[in-house]
């Protein structure tokens, strides 16, 4: 049974930062990418940024030069920092894992940690 715990949720005023952590634990044998994915209600969930196993990145376009992902790949564990934040990244953010399995690419979701910037 694959885990994931998140946790550097808070509050935090507008141009702050913050910093999410993800780890993954269970039967884990390889990774082929983790993801932050961030959710409002009313609104589908939606990619903050991803991390391949090859180091490669992917990042929505509202985050491009503000949030910056990691991964320790011998922890499993992957990172969010976020810098000037604004109040629009008020969500829940979700830490997704994808691993193969049998043949198949599974998915992995965490609880979720809130954010909120606001002053």
């Known amino acids: 049974q694959v885990q994931l715990v998140e946790s550097g949720g808070g509050l935090v005023q507008p141009g702050g930062s913050l910093r999410l952590s993800c780890g993954a634990s269970g039967s884990i044998f390889s990774i082929n990418a983790m993801a932050w994915y961030r959710e409002v209600p009313g609104k589908q969930r939606e990619l903050v940024a991803r991390i391949f196993n090859n180091g490669a990145t992917r990042y929505a376009d509202f985050v491009k030069g503000r949030f910056t992902i990691s991964i320790d790949i011998a922890k499993n564990t992957v990172y969010l920092q976020m810098n000037s934040l604004k109040p629009e990244d008020t969500a829940v953010y979700y830490c997704?894992?994808?691993?193969?399995?049998?043949?198949?690419?599974?998915?992995?979701w965490g609880l979720g940690t809130q954010v909120t910037v606001s002053s």
């Open positions: 997704n894992l994808d691993v193969p399995e049998e043949g198949s690419d599974v998915w992995y």
